[in-house]
């Protein structure tokens, strides 16, 4: 069984930065697309950002392209995300997810296994 568990979470005041990361166990990432959703307060899941299996593509959310950087380390088991200058609409739960099927991409909300959440909030 896939488990995906997420760390780096916390309060931050705006126009500060984060690193998120997502350490998986149960199975080899490297043929498998990894990503991030987030759950804002009062609002439904949405992408934010993937990576191919090989980190050769990325995709992300178009408000958050500049600022947020999803990267991989295969080596480990583990990607991340990368948030620059946040914002007090980036607070969220962020969540980490792996494609079920190889080489599928992390868009489709019911085609990916999820971690349990790592809680960003962001202060003005």
């Known amino acids: 069984q896939v488990q995906l568990v997420e760390s780096g979470g916390g309060l931050v005041q705006a126009g500060g930065s984060l690193r998120l990361s997502c350490a998986t166990s149960?199975?080899?990432?490297?043929?498998?697309?990894m990503g991030w959703f987030r759950q804002p307060p009062g609002k439904e899941r949405e992408f934010v950002a993937g990576i191919s299996w090989n980190g050769g593509m990325t995709y992300y959310l178009d408000s958050v392209k500049g600022r947020f950087t999803i990267s991989r380390d295969n080596a480990k088991n583990t990607v991340y995300l990368q948030i620059n200058s946040l914002k007090p609409e980036d607070t969220a739960t962020y969540y980490c997810v792996t494609s079920r099927t190889p080489q599928a991409t992390v868009r489709n909300i019911d085609s990916v296994w999820w971690g349990q959440g790592t809680q960003v909030t962001v202060s003005s």
């Open positions: 149960g199975r080899s990432i490297s043929n498998y697309h």
